[in-house]
């Protein structure tokens, strides 16, 4: 059933929010600024109309949403932050103290799931929309943008030979039980000790008896898998339980693959994970998808970003990537920077694509400055892995590596909104001085001119 607008009620005893907290506080002027009846409008269509319990306010989903993103949260913290921080309740849309939990954590993950990556861009736009009302970004910067990619690692462990194959027994062995199947042998205990030597046999350099672990673990794993093939209930021609029935054919392909196989598993329990190696001297492979961001080029604020799955080319994603800003944004970007792994793009849009090998010595200067400004891209990709949870995704499947993608874009925006809200004076101030410098010395060198130089500071 659809969310049900939140009616506040007074309380005989109890002061309001607003009366309590500072109006100047950052998080107080983006509640006020923020028009939440859009997601209203937006999310209601994922809900019957007449049918269940009402679905949690819309509002208090999206800003613990925009929280956990902003702050580097997990779905259990912000939660429980919440609770503590009058000011993160306000954002959310309270008028009063809460002092229980709003949701069960688990919610967060349900709601995702529910409103879908489609519905949740709607996140990352209404942040550009509110930078634009705040005049913190200009319409004229979607005219260059800078894409490039990156890989969003999966919460999941160093994949060896010897924990897959343990792990998949496992997995295996639970959900026979689950539905009742009686093994022959399980091998639980035998295959932990056994991976447990041979970690200590590769970590000695004691290759031979190691390889000879991990060879006895593909046994034990091959075994089961055949026990389970024999007693499990069949529906023609296929075993019966759907989940039983993927974890055979994972397993399965576990045990064909070899060292130069394509599309390997790489865990057991997140199976759509890829290997990307980006030529990295710190880390030479990656676990994970590849995802595009894309930023303006002036101030950094991100207008695109998606993951994309079966490791493409660079070149290749860069039609997705300037469709989703003019989706996002509205505007066609009119010149678009990007390093050299995107030799070769075959983009054939209107926007022009600039390559940035080297700048070229006849550059003029307004093109050897947007050329330059391709590099800034970087540390906003740096500070969507430290600061809004990037780095390491652990939300489950495909679905989930998009939607982490598109939120943490949206919580770096809103820590940009933060910022801007309490060094927005400081710009203002900075720029009058600014003006009133240029005042001052066109009045010394020519006062005839003092117009056209008022016109130019105003300009910029």
Partial sequence: MKPKAAIPQCELFGAQLSELLNPKHPLYVLAERIDWSQFDAAIDACYAEELGR?????????????????????????????????????????????????????????????????????????????????????????????????????????????????????????????LGIALRQNYRFKSKKLLAKQGRYAHAQQLKRAAKATRQLKTFLGRVLRDVRRKATFLQGRIADERL????????????QTRSSKHKVYSVHAPEVECIAKGKVHKRYEFGCKTSVATTSKNNWIVGAHALHGNPYDGHTLSGAIQQVERLTGHTPADVMVDQGYRGHGYAGSASVHVVRSIPKRATRALR??????????????????????????????????????????????RKLLRWVVFAPIFWLTWWLKVSLAVVISLRRAPSQTVGVLFAAAST
Avoid at 144 to 169: C, G, S, W
Avoid at 392 to 404: E, Q, V
Wanted: hydrophobic share 40%.
């Fill in 245 to 256: 029935r993927e974890l055979v054919a994972l397993a399965e392909r576990l045990l064909e």
């Fill in 369 to 414: 400055r947007m050329l330059k400004r391709r590099a800034a891209i970087e540390p906003t990709i740096g500070h969507l892995k430290s600061d809004n949870r990037l780095d390491r995704n652990y939300l489950t499947g495909r679905a989930g590596d998009r939607i982490n993608a598109i939120l943490s874009a949206a919580g770096y925006n809103l």
């Fill in 54 to 178: 009402p679905g949690v306010n819309t509002r208090l989903m999206v800003g613990l949403i925009y929280l956990k993103h902003a702050f580097n949260e997990s779905d259990e913290s912000v939660v429980a932050r919440w609770v503590e921080n009058p000011y993160w309740q306000f954002f959310c849309g309270c008028a009063y103290m809460q002092h229980e939990l709003p949701i069960d954590p688990s919610s967060l993950s349900k709601w995702r799931k529910r409103v879908g990556v489609e519905r949740l861009e709607k996140l990352l736009e209404a942040t550009i929309q509110m930078a634009l009302a705040m005049k913190a970004l200009r319409p004229q910067e979607f005219q260059k943008v800078n894409v490039d990619t990156t890989v969003q690692e999966k919460a999941i462990a160093f994949p060896t030979d010897a924990r897959l194959y343990h792990k998949m027994r496992a997995a295996l062995v639970r959900r026979a039980r689950s």
